[in-house]
């Protein structure tokens, strides 16, 4: 009798209690594929993560938000491991980034099943790795006011909640220093790795994954214009349209700040810096995903209700065992 491979599942039994539920039941009646592996506090997700990668595990699942996806990436950077995803977060960006079923842990499930690999650039926030995007001032502060506990009563209103209390923070003055001699001077920059910022906005439209390069948004103003300029923008097409805004695609930059600011990477909290450096990291990020992605508009709607056939080879060894 063959016995089949069980992929371990790392999640936070501190997500939402309706989503942290349905993960739980997921798992348990996946139970001859799927071994639960939770986590107790901040960076344990990390460390299970290296610990199976350092053992030879073909897969690591991470089943939450895109903060424990972070972590688990975290541990696996440098390794051969794949990165599984069970999207079950407040907003699952990176998963919609990928085409990855975000609001079907079914669907999610048979995307790791077929085994098809996509291969995405590793950026790092004053060496702290991200697969997605990273913040400086504004949104941070955001990140940085919601609490645990206000997103597990509202979901995403949580940030709005949160941003309503900081928009009449004094901004700070940043300057911004990129590789290729570029300047520029704002009060907020969000960097993209991918085009997908806060769910399903499609705030970096020229961004890919896969180039090697940050697509990289700078705002010239602060409170309720900023917020106005970023829905305006989206409406129209894109923030970048925006007079109050510039963007551009670069492969390092450095931004210094007259303070101490907010610093978030894949919407988790880093802390606060006067100067942080943004580059590339020497390893790429290898997912389990769909083998078409298509972000931002109607077609990744679709891509979450279908599943695709192609199966990757490379997990072809494990199923076996």
Not at 256 to 281: K, M, N
Request: proline residues 4%; aromatic residues 8%.
């Amino acid at each position: 009798m063959v016995i089949p491979h069980r992929y371990p599942v790392i999640f936070n039994p501190r997500a939402r209690s309706q989503k942290g539920g349905r993960v739980l039941r997921f798992i348990e009646k996946h139970g001859n594929r799927l071994s639960l592996h939770p986590t107790h506090h901040a960076g344990e997700a990390r460390e299970i993560a290296a610990r199976f990668a350092a053992a030879g595990e073909p897969v690591v699942i991470a089943a939450g938000g895109d903060g424990t996806l972070n972590e688990v990436v975290n541990g696996l950077i440098g390794t051969q491991t794949l990165l599984g995803v069970l999207p079950a977060g407040t907003m699952n960006v990176f998963a919609r980034e990928m085409g990855i079923p975000f609001n079907s842990l079914e669907r999610a499930f048979q995307v790791i099943e077929q085994g098809f690999v996509q291969e995405v650039d590793l950026f790092g926030a004053n060496g702290a790795p991200f697969v997605q995007m990273a913040g400086v001032g504004f949104d941070a502060m955001v990140i940085e006011e919601t609490t645990w506990e206000s997103k597990k009563m509202l979901g995403p209103l949580a940030y709005l909640v949160a941003a309503v209390k900081v928009l009449g923070a004094h901004p700070p003055k940043l300057e911004i220093l990129c590789a290729d001699g570029r300047r520029e001077e704002g009060v907020a920059v969000l960097a993209g790795n991918g085009a997908l910022y806060g769910g399903q906005f499609k705030v970096f439209r020229n961004a890919k994954n896969h180039d090697s390069m940050l697509d990289v948004l700078v705002y010239k103003e602060a409170g309720y214009r900023l917020v106005f300029d970023s829905l305006r923008g989206l409406a129209c097409g894109g923030i970048d349209l925006m007079a109050s805004t510039r963007y551009f695609q670069t492969e390092a930059f450095t931004v210094r700040a007259d303070c101490d600011v907010p610093v978030q990477v894949d919407g988790e909290w880093l802390g606060r810096f006067s100067e942080i450096h943004f580059s590339e990291t020497p390893h790429r990020l290898r997912v389990l995903a769909p083998e078409d992605a298509f972000v931002g508009g109607v077609l990744d709607r679709v891509k979450s209700i279908f599943h695709w056939s192609r199966r990757g080879e490379e997990l072809q060894t494990a199923r076996s065992l």
